[in-house]
């Protein structure tokens, strides 16, 4: 394959490969006629003058060889590749915003079935009053809860999910891109029913004390999932339900509504369907997720007296029965 860029002869490059072509058009971006040099290239990134590297924020990319300069820090998740290829050698379908992740991942099996990589990346913060909560066992169990209800076979789809959550003790630890598990105390919500709250398509979820409690000693283990389907654009399944998924066994479904029906173990019923799992990805693929970080000007993180609000903050309120 030729591609031809001008008339100038210097500017002919002969691509014999897919990798090739993404190589050179890391280096297309800076042949441009605007007499300024802007810093910002590929990616929209910026490139350091002194190393001919550009700058992603958790590290440097060698854009003539189209890998990074330092291991990726959640290689140890993935295995299968190596920690210094860009977007898992796959820079058509996926997209690394700041060097340290990717979101997710869909590629079909010989079977026919779809394979489904979700990563999600955040912070949990303790924002209560209580400071002798086990911030660390908290965060363990967040992400044991998520990966436990978010991986699974069936039918459709082969799904993995991978979290990958840090402990914050400051508001200016938190990234714009972050998923925010708020520890709260409950005069954060507007009733007491409250276990915890999120914002739809958002990247804040609000845990209050009874669903850390549980949390702790294991006898809630649908709270925090269930929140997280929130923030993928999922709604509680009993308001919303289109007929395709057990209103008795489905994770989306709101625990008081569970707890009202005399559903047996209700606190750690969940499970999720094909179409919520679609859904997910129809989300993600159009934009309609990661849209509300807690720690621009919609936040509901308090800092001492100052709280900024949005009206979003209240969206679906009264649909939604405790958790």
């Excluded at 520890?183 to 739809?200: G, H, K, M, T, Y």
């Excluded at 702790?216 to 923030?231: D, K, Q, V």
């Amino acid at each position: 394959m030729r591609v031809t860029v001008g008339t100038d002869v210097s500017h002919i490059y002969v691509l014999t490969s897919p990798q090739t072509l993404f190589l050179r058009s890391k280096l297309l971006v800076d042949e441009h006629s605007c007499s300024e040099d802007l810093p910002y290239k590929f990616n929209g990134k910026e490139m350091d003058e002194e190393t001919g590297l550009y700058y992603y924020g958790a590290r440097y990319m060698n854009p003539m060889a189209s890998i990074w300069y330092g291991v990726d820090a959640f290689a140890e998740k993935y295995v299968e590749s190596s920690g210094y290829v860009f977007c898992i050698d796959n820079p058509i379908k996926l997209i690394d915003s700041d060097g340290n992740k990717w979101d997710i991942h869909t590629s079909k099996n010989k079977d026919g079935k779809t394979n489904v990589l979700i990563t999600v990346t955040g912070v949990v913060y303790n924002n209560s009053s209580d400071k002798k909560i086990n911030i660390n066992k908290v965060r363990d169990q967040i992400k044991a809860q998520i990966e436990s209800r978010y991986t699974f076979s069936s039918k459709k789809y082969n799904v993995k999910t991978n979290i990958n959550l840090r402990v914050v003790n400051s508001v200016e630890d938190i990234q714009k891109d972050d998923h925010v598990f708020e520890i709260v105390d409950q005069n954060r919500f507007e009733s007491n029913s409250i276990l915890a709250n999120s914002d739809i398509n958002g990247l804040h979820i609000r845990v209050g004390p009874r669903a850390v409690k549980g949390l702790l000693n294991g006898s809630n283990t649908r709270t925090i999932p269930h929140e997280l389907g929130h923030s993928a654009g999922l709604d509680d399944a009993n308001i919303e339900n289109n007929g395709t998924v057990n209103l008795y066994s489905n994770l989306m479904t709101q625990t008081g509504y569970l707890r009202h029906n005399h559903v047996h173990n209700y606190a750690n019923v969940g499970k999720l369907e094909d179409s919520q799992i679609q859904s997910i990805i129809h989300n993600y693929n159009t934009g309609q997720i990661n849209r509300r970080s807690p720690i621009s000007n919609h936040i509901g993180i308090r800092i001492g007296t100052m709280s900024w609000t949005s009206s979003f903050l209240k969206m679906y309120t009264y649909k939604r029965l405790s958790r």
